[in-house]
Each structure stands twice: as structure tokens, then as C-alpha cells.
């Protein structure tokens, strides 16, 4: 019944909670809040304690359920055309402040879904009745039907952010020089919130700050020759010759900018100039072979314009910053290893390649001298998001009052790469209202 789509992204699913007791609004008489995840929820005055599924932010349910529910703002999107509802048409659960309080995801009652399977999916359940105990599953696909996934704004739906480009007409295809388990792109950051209990008492954690910018990653890794004349005809005649070779490969969050033996012929990129291969030829000659750098580019493109919209984080106009925090090596068979936090700032240090701000560094629990309790978990994610969120960003001087993205908790244990993200309520608001303006552009 409950599954999660092969593509899935893990901030993006629904759960099933269970909700023993909500709280009052403090300013609303007919509205109710619960706190879920370490986010507070808004929901009307009738709810009662019970079953409920879960949406979280910036997640886009599906068409089918909001219509059927009559949950549309505009009532001729809805099944009872005089019904009228609160989500706009892409079905994004936005970031909130309802009567002066913060709203960072939406609820319903389990019997909306199945009410949902029943007269929209044909397909009857029983989810609150059950004898099974679906409280804590997360999922996307309920009966076969997707009911959520990752909203992309409207415009980069095959931009490359959703998906590869598709080649049109008779533009030629170019042969690829990827060689496989070779490159890697950078895997989801899951949200702390829902990941805190991963976190043991005992485990070293690094805390960094989050950089608002574009995702990259620049490789030294394995690749495909374009192989001269006289090796195609000794390969012809059996000759046994070398086709690889390491050389660079450099991409955004989910794109591969040269990954053909024409990469003069590849024009991928979604600013005024391609700030990617600006970050990659600086980054490259410090590489050695078999590694790879993965971070975020800040600041401008060439002619001028921010890379992410108020974040200039100290740069110049026309000038961007590289800010590594990751690293791996990965060996002629695909074998991947990942360096660690203090590994990462001493092969960085070396080359004067900026890593992000260190806030902390050391044991979970002796960060706030934390007693060892079944309540500790809550108690370091509160403390957390008082210390370091809704803040302004400390390296933004161009827009004042800049809310900081918020911070990075990674969990250094050998070879693994155990990271999480924590932002703040501010940003996100922020993130919701330029999301509602379909001219500004967020990249990953």
C-alpha cells in the first residue's frame, strides 16, 4: 500500500504520525498547531488526536488528491466547482507564518486517504483500523498513485535540474566519455529534523555553515580517450591500446557538463555564463588523480548578476568564491572512499581552497554537555536551531538583513558520508515567496 518511488528524495515523502494531543494558536481561535519533526504545524480547530499523513515542506501533492479534496484556492480546479481551498495550482506546501505564527508543513487526517484510495484509486484500505501499525512509515506512492514529490519550479522541469537534456531535431550526438563507477554526483542532504536520532551521544559531528549558491562537483577521474588515428587502427588490427585516461569531469547538482569527446560542442548551463566550468578550471589543477571536490559556488557570474538572488557573500560584482566541503577518492575499479572533515580542510588549506565556516567539532553530547537521557536527541536539536538559525548571514554585505541559510551537521565516522542539513524558518519563507515568483530561478 505505502511504497516509495525508485527516484524518490527522502525530504520529500509523506509520513504517517500518529498525533496524540495539538497545542492552541495563541492568536487564532480557530486554528491549531502540533509540532512534527521538529517543525510547527497549523491545521484547523477541528482536529482531533488520531492518525494523520504528513506533508513537508516544499513538496508538491498530487493533482488527483488536492482536486478531490477541493483543496484548491481557485474553486474551477476543484471537483466541487463552488469549493474553494488554500493551495495554489502546483500543489507546493509552503512555508507559512499564520497569525503571526510559523507553519512549515500540512496535515491530514488518514481517513482523507482513504477515502482517496477508495472512490478516486478503486483500490479500498484500512490504514486507522488496522491491526497494523503504520505510524512512522514514510512514502510517496500510496495504491500505485504518486501522491508527492519534490516540487520543481515551473520552467526548470527539463531544464536539467529534473532531468538530462533531450537532444532535438538533427543536432548530433556526441559519444560519451564516461566510464562507469567513475564519476559521482553528489547524493540528497537529508533534513536533521527528521534525522536527529541517527546522531549518536558518543559520534564526532562537525558543524559548518550552509552557503546558499549552486551545487557543484569537479573530478579527476578515469575517462575515455579520443583516441588519434593511429590507435584506431591498431585497435583495428588487435593492438592493444590504453582507452582511458584520468582527466576532468565537472558538473552541477544533476548535470554532467563534459561528459562527450566534444565537450566544445556542449552549451549546458542555466546563467548568462557557465559559472561551472568557471569553478572547474580553478578547482581542476589542484586535483590530484582519482579525486573529486563537491561544493557550492557563491556569489556573481561574470557580467554581474548573483548567483543565488541578495547572496553576493562578500564577493565582488562579476567575481564568484569556491567552497569545498567534500572529498572522495576513487580508484581504477570504483571503489569510492571518502576523506574526512579534517582531511577535506588540510588538502584544501594546501591550495588555498576556501572550506565553510566551522562552528563546532567534537562529540554530540559534550557540545551542550548534554545529560545522556531519553530526551537528549530533542533537547540538541532545540538547543541547535536557538544557536544557530534565524540569523543574518554573516557574509552577505550588499542586502540587509539576509537570513542565513542555516547549517550542516555531518557525522564524521571513517569512509561514510553521514551529513544533514538544518535551515532555518526565515529562509525558507524567503525560498517559498521567490518560488511564488516564477521569474526568479533557484538553483541546487
Not at 26 to 44: D, E, R
Request: glycine fraction near 6%; charged fraction near 25%.
Amino acid at each position: 500500500m505505502f511504497t516509495k518511488s525508485t527516484d524518490h528524495n527522502a525530504n520529500y515523502l509523506a509520513s504517517i504520525v500518529n498525533i496524540a494531543e495539538f497545542r492552541p494558536h495563541p492568536n487564532a481561535n480557530k486554528l491549531k498547531m502540533v509540532s512534527l519533526f521538529g517543525n510547527n504545524v497549523i491545521t484547523g480547530i477541528d482536529a482531533e488526536p488520531g492518525l494523520y499523513c504528513y506533508f513537508p515542506l516544499e513538496c508538491a501533492i498530487s493533482n488527483e488528491f488536492l482536486k478531490f479534496h477541493n483543496s484548491y484556492r481557485e474553486p474551477e480546479l476543484n471537483k466541487d466547482k463552488t469549493a474553494k481551498g488554500f493551495f495554489e495550482y502546483h500543489g507546493r506546501v509552503r512555508a507559512l507564518r499564520l497569525r503571526g505564527s510559523k507553519s512549515e508543513g500540512y496535515i491530514v487526517p488518514v481517513s482523507a486517504l482513504e477515502l482517496f484510495c477508495e472512490v478516486v484509486l478503486d483500490n479500498p484500505v484500512m490504514i486507522e483500523d488496522s491491526s497494523t501499525d503504520y505510524a512512522g512509515i514514510d512514502f510517496d506512492t500510496i495504491c500505485g498513485h504518486q501522491l508527492c514529490k519534490k516540487y520543481i519550479a515551473k520552467g526548470l522541469e527539463n531544464s536539467g535540474l529534473a532531468s538530462s537534456k533531450k537532444t532535438r531535431g538533427n543536432v548530433k550526438r556526441y559519444a560519451s566519455k564516461l566510464v562507469d563507477n567513475q564519476f559521482h554526483f553528489h547524493p540528497s542532504t537529508e533534513h536533521l529534523k527528521r534525522c536527529i536520532s541517527k546522531i549518536n551521544f558518543d559520534d564526532n559531528i562537525i558543524i559548518t555553515e550552509k552557503y546558499h549558491g549552486t551545487s557543484f562537483v569537479v573530478s579527476n577521474v578515469l575517462v575515455k580517450k579520443k583516441l588519434s588515428l593511429i590507435d584506431r587502427i591498431g585497435k583495428f588490427f588487435g593492438a592493444n591500446i590504453n582507452e582511458t585516461e584520468y582527466g576532468m569531469l565537472y558538473s552541477s547538482r544533476s548535470v554532467i557538463k563534459n561528459s562527450t569527446l566534444n565537450d566544445d560542442k556542449e552549451n549546458n548551463h542555466y546563467y548568462d555564463s557557465d559559472v561551472w566550468k568557471i569553478a572547474s578550471e580553478r578547482l581542476y589543477p589542484s586535483l590530484k588523480p582519482g579525486y573529486s571536490f563537491y561544493g557550492e559556488i557563491v556569489g556573481y557570474t561574470p557580467t554581474g548578476s548573483m548567483i543565488q538572488k541578495n547572496y553576493d557573500y562578500g564577493c565582488e560584482e562579476g567575481k564568484l568564491e569556491c567552497i569545498v566541503y567534500r572529498m572522495t577518492f576513487t580508484n581504477s575499479v570504483g571503489d569510492v572512499f571518502e576523506l574526512s572533515h579534517s582531511q577535506v580542510v588540510d588538502y584544501c588549506n594546501k591550495f588555498n581552497i576556501k572550506t565553510p565556516l566551522l562552528h563546532y567539532q567534537g562529540k554530540a553530547g559534550l557540545l551542550y554537555k548534554l545529560l545522556r537521557d531519553d530526551h537528549w536527541h530533542d533537547d540538541l536539536l532545540q538547543l541547535l536551531m536557538n544557536d544557530y538559525l534565524e540569523k543574518d548571514c554573516r557574509f552577505c554585505t550588499k542586502v540587509p538583513h539576509t537570513p542565513a541559510e542555516g547549517i550542516i551537521v555531518r557525522n564524521d565516522k571513517p569512509n561514510e558520508w553521514e551529513v544533514y542539513k538544518l535551515k532555518s524558518f526565515r529562509f525558507n519563507l524567503q525560498e517559498s515567496e521567490q518560488l511564488d515568483d516564477e521569474n526568479v530561478i533557484l538553483l541546487e
